[in-house]
T-cell receptor, first 110, second 116 residues
Framework: GENVEQHPSTLSVQEGDSAVIKCTYSDSASNYFPWYKQELGKRPQLIIDIRSNVGEKKDQRIAVTLNKTAKHFSLHITETQPEDSAVYFCAARAGNQFYFGTGTSLTVIP | GAVVSQHPSWVICKSGTSVKIECRSLDFQATTMFWYRQFPKQSLMLMATSNEGSKATYEQGVEKDKFLINHASLTLSTLTVTSAHPEDSSFYIC????????????FGPGTRLTVL
């Protein structure tokens, strides 16, 4: 089955700096890669996603890049704000199943 | 739109009892629902995928006789934890997907199960 790895597990940045979270996947058939933000005690919320036929997607301060050859994709958050502090999960869709990375706890220091 | 609810939000039960958790898509028809388990400060682990009207597909290592999944309608899936034990204590989250070709999944708020 699909194996999704995510790094780093924890990340602290100063407010205004950028944050980058990286994921790799194993199944070359995976074709959809969403990123979720989960605040403590709440459900995961989709923040951005990318399909396998696209290399990059941007939505305001958030961007995702995908390298199909290398089987890795990354989340980029620019101009970070304290409210960006949360746990972020990447995921890969293989067939009809979603497999999640291990999560990154992001702390934005005011 | 795209709201998914779960009931109950928290349940405490005695060891050996069975617990049913409901997952409902409130404003859309979910052809596929997913059940995840999440331990504190850990990732979501996919347990099973259920399609309306058919048997659920369980991930490797998940006991189908232990975790019974029923997806009887396009808006309701249930997870029953049978003969619960303390090690089954966890946060269970469902998600729902609307229609083939629609990739996005919408998560329920989760159910915290505590087995004494």
């Amino acid at each position: 089955g699909e194996n999704v790895e995510q790094h780093p597990s924890t990340l602290s940045v100063q407010e205004g700096d950028s944050a980058v979270i990286k994921c790799t996947y194993s199944d070359s058939a995976s074709n959809y890669f969403p990123w979720y933000k989960q605040e403590l005690g709440k459900r995961p919320q989709l923040i951005i996603d990318i399909r396998s036929n696209v290399g990059e997607k941007k939505d305001q301060r958030i961007a995702v890049t995908l390298n199909k050859t290398a089987k890795h994709f990354s989340l980029h958050i620019t101009e970070t704000q304290p409210e960006d502090s949360a746990v972020y999960f990447c995921a890969a869709r293989a067939g009809n199943q979603f497999y999640f990375g291990t999560g990154t706890s992001l702390t934005v220091i005011p | 739109g795209a709201v998914v609810s779960q009931h109950p939000s928290w349940v405490i039960c005695k060891s050996g009892t069975s617990v049913k958790i409901e997952c409902r898509s409130l404003d859309f028809q979910a052809t596929t629902m997913f059940w995840y388990r999440q331990f504190p400060k850990q990732s979501l682990m996919l347990m099973a995928t259920s399609n309306e009207g058919s048997k659920a597909t369980y991930e490797q290592g998940v006991e189908k006789d232990k975790f019974l999944i029923n997806h009887a309608s396009l808006t309701l899936s249930t997870l029953t934890v049978t003969s619960a034990h303390p090690e089954d204590s966890s946060f269970y989250i469902c998600s729902a997907q609307a229609g083939a070709g629609n990739n996005e999944q919408f998560f329920g708020p989760g159910t915290r199960l505590t087995v004494l």
